[in-house]
């Protein structure tokens, strides 16, 4: 097992009592999530995050193989969120049973996969002997918290800007076109979950916090990786924009009163609506920065309104 | 040709990132850090190299990649400075630039090269400096390219990769530390692809070279 | 043969409950002396779940020990004939196995004065013997009993219950059937409170209904945790009377 991530006892106390003062080592707000950057690369879903110093790596892939012949109309959709030890030396290469790492894997997994994020239906090229298999791997290369938040943008953006080559269909006979010859197909994203994790602090002692009705608990969004390990419970909510719940997850952790979690929920909601525009606007400019002869061929005349 | 950037990673010890045409890699170095008890080496440093490739999961080709990129950067490490400790160096390729099931010469070549770089930033000691170039061979006439493209590695006859140690701020080659071949070639042309390629190595060794002098020279301000 | 209604206009629910309604809740303490230090056998619905609980004992690896606390370790076994279909895998390493054991550790971790019993171990076994929805607030509920029989010191008893949403009726306690054809919630309440310390959703649900499902599970629990209490104390006057004569 590597070894864990230790915060001397000083450091940790500083910590917790800044918390306590209403301070944060990075100085943001207890509400303010960090700074997103998104940055496409030149190849179709090449995506790399950026949050903080926190710094999240998206492939999408895809690929033809044979449907599951319980599903034979759906295509195959896989996320895989291996960690090495390149996002420090607390993870350890190949092996995802860590606790972090499970709870990590499942919660993008239930955000994306399971929530019907990706059309899987429109994957399906011959019923029952033809399907895309799309692939989407995520590689940690900065690890200063929030990996959960970041993993599932740069999912997310990754499957909006990836497209797969098109095929056609004659019989059984499958044609698929390289790129340069005709122009590829998106992928059909149904709707965009955004993850917006919590990180709850005890500032009292445990007797206050379950007994008490002083509600006194500390709650900030999207912790640094010193704000994780020292964090007594996590909560993480996945809302898409048309204000659905898709997913939340508090396993264990601090009891926290219910209210105050609904009120994360509707504070999640705010920051998933600006992601979702940022990522809206990135696609956006990236499309038209792809496609610069279309003005060129356009036979639209420019209008005076 | 090549562009990099140290430092990018700060959870490591040393890192880099590194372009070099089409292929990006990323390259983390920590060490010297405490080894598991399987990896201990009594007298050495241990090494531990770790490939990711871009799409999918880790395969007997990063197996392959894993081995060879050892195979190189042992003999330069200065491990008996660090006895019972272990070094990771870890790889992640962010893009391949070349058909990965039949390839992997770009991959082998950007990483080695970021290796380098990467573990000048983390300040585990080398006994002397090493860089990398592959190169394929086409046509009828047998030319002879350094870096090919994705094209010109899919027309090719034969691509080869070679390593060198070099020292002396690049001006002499002191050993081979990995020849790959791969594809139809004669005699002939293998000696012309040597010759070209360890002129290329040292030039590759020179832009390093310049590389760790920016960073140097960023690091640290010298004031008079 | 017309689709299976969730959810009559008379308000029934295919087992004949109401949306309010809470299964058959039957539990008892004790129920294997020998084998653990406590034990309990919860039967909630069609969900019968054998809980064990060992220690405080010293930790089976050194690296298990912490000096200042005790540590928790929950190991779930689902049994390959619980469900209508014998399953092919014996489930042990799924991740969603690997999740429910994290999620119930991370649960009781704070529940349970883990200072008191410093360096060592406490193991928590669970064997389910037949499942029909909802199963992580039956496994919570089976290891808050387990705990108490063990004389494990905690701050409160954690009730678990599932609440789904149908179209916009929340129903309390979901089955199996109902658990396929809506969006269900996992509450694990603290005691008589307010607090939650598991919550979990798994699939879409309106963020302006969430209310209202969870001030239905709250309720749903604390009706649970007065069961549970009731039959704790009955089990206590029982071994009263037979200490005294």
Redesign the interface.
């Known amino acids: 097992m590597a ?1 864990e991530v230790e915060i001397p006892a000083a450091e940790s106390k500083f910590v917790i009592e800044c918390l306590r003062q209403n301070l944060r080592l990075d100085s943001r707000k207890f509400d303010e999530f960090r700074s997103v950057e998104i940055e496409l ?3 179709y879903g ?1 995506v ?1 995050v950026t949050m903080g ?1 926190t ?1 999240v ?1 998206c ?1 999408i ?1 895809c690929t033809i193989t044979q449907p599951y012949e319980d599903r034979p109309f759906e295509g195959l959709f896989f996320i ?1 969120t ?1 960690t ?6 607390q993870f350890e ?2 092996n995802n049973t860590g606790e972090d790492e499970v709870l990590c894997s499942r919660i993008i997994e239930k955000a994306v996969r399971r929530s019907g994020a990706l059309d899987v239906e429109g994957l399906c090229i011959v019923a029952g002997s033809k399907c895309w298999a799309v ?1 989407a ?1 995520v ?1 940690f ?4 918290g929030g990996f959960i938040d970041a993993s599932c943008i740069a999912v997310m953006v990754g499957l909006l800007h990836f497209k797969k080559p098109d095929v056609s269909v004659s019989g059984e006979q499958v044609t698929i076109h390289p790129v340069d010859e005709r122009e590829p197909v998106p992928l059909g994203v149904l709707h965009v979950p955004i993850c917006v994790s919590f990180s709850f602090f005890n500032p009292e002692d445990a007797e206050e916090n379950i007994k008490g009705e002083s509600n006194s608990e500390i709650c900030i969004i999207d912790a640094t990786l010193k704000e994780e390990l020292l964090r007594d419970g996590t909560l993480t909510v996945t809302l898409n924009k048309n204000r659905e719940v898709v997913q939340v997850s508090k396993a264990g952790g601090l009891p926290m009163d219910a209210l105050t979690l609904m009120e994360c929920c509707h504070k999640a909601y705010k920051i998933t609506e600006a992601i979702t525009d940022q990522i809206n606007n990135v696609l956006k400019a990236d499309a038209t920065a792809r496609n610069q002869y279309a003005a060129i061929l356009s036979s639209e005349n420019a209008r005076e309104s | 040709m090549i562009s990099a950037q140290t430092g ?5 010890d040393g890192s880099c990132k590194l372009q070099c045409g089409e292929t990006t890699v ?1 390259c ?1 170095v ?1 060490g010297p ?2 080894p598991k008890a399987r990896q201990e080496l009594p007298s050495q440093l241990a090494l ?1 190299v ?1 490939v ?7 395969n007997t080709r990063e197996k392959l990649l894993e081995d060879q990129i050892r195979g190189v950067v042992t003999p330069v490490l200065a491990k008996y400075l660090y006895p019972r400790q272990l070094c ?1 160096i ?1 790889f ?1 390729i ?2 391949s630039g070349e058909p990965e099931d039949e390839y992997n010469v770009k991959e082998l070549n950007s990483c080695i090269n970021a290796a380098y770089l990467a573990l000048i930033d983390s300040g585990v000691a080398l006994q002397s400096s090493f860089s990398s170039v592959c190169v394929s061979v086409l046509g009828s006439n047998n030319e002879i390219l350094v870096n090919p493209t994705q094209e010109q590695l899919i027309k090719s006859d034969s691509t080869h990769i070679l390593a060198l140690e070099v020292g002396s701020g690049g001006k002499k080659i002191q050993n081979v530390l990995l020849i790959e071949s791969n594809g139809d070639f004669t005699e002939e042309i293998m000696f012309n692809v040597l010759s070209r390629a360890e002129k290329a190595c040292v030039e590759v060794a020179l832009e390093l070279r310049k590389a760790v002098e920016d960073k140097i020279k960023r690091d640290f301000i010298w004031k008079q | 043969m017309s689709r299976l209604e969730i959810y009559s206009p008379e308000g029934l629910r295919v087992d004949g409950r109401r949306w309010n309604e809470l299964r058959r809740l039957e539990c008892s303490i004790n129920t294997h002396a020998n084998a653990s230090d406590g034990s309990s056998y919860l039967e909630q619905g069609n969900n019968k779940v054998i809980t064990l609980v060992t220690g405080p004992q010293e930790p089976k690896l050194r690296s298990q020990m912490n000096v200042t606390k005790a540590t928790i370790s929950v190991a779930l076994n689902i049994t390959r004939f619980s469900k209508i279909e014998r399953s092919k895998s014996s489930h042990k390493n799924e991740r969603r196995v690997l999740e429910m054991q994290t999620a119930l550790v991370r649960t009781f971790e704070k529940n349970v004065m883990l200072h008191l019993y410093p360096r060592t171990q406490i193991e928590i076994q669970i064997h389910v013997l037949q499942q029909d929805g909802g199963l992580m607030s039956s496994l919570i509920n089976g290891i808050t009993l387990a705990l108490i029989d063990a004389g494990i010191a905690m701050y409160d008893y954690i009730s678990g219950v599932s609440i789904g949403l149908y179209d916009t009726t929340p129903l309390l306690d979901l089955n199996s059937v109902e658990e396929n054809a809506m969006s269900s919630v996992t509450l694990g309440v603290v005691g008589k409170s307010e607090k939650l310390s598991l919550l979990l959703v798994e699939d879409k649900i309106p963020l302006d209904r969430m209310e209202s499902v969870l001030a239905i599970g709250i309720a749903g629990s604390h009706r649970i945790r007065e069961l549970m209490d009731k039959e704790l104390r009955k089990h206590g006057e029982r071994r009263l009377a037979n200490m005294s004569t």
Not at chain 1, 84 to 89: C, D, K, N, Q, R
Not at chain 1, 141 to 144: A, E, F, G
């Open positions: 070894k690369g030149d190849d090449d790399t110093k710094k790596h492939r892939s895989s291996e090495s030890p390149m996002a420090g030396p290469n190949g692939r791997d590689h290369l900065n690890c200063d | 990018v990673l700060d959870q490591v990323i983390s920590t850090i405490e531990e770790v990711r490739p871009c799409k999918g999961v880790p990771q870890c992640q962010l893009e």
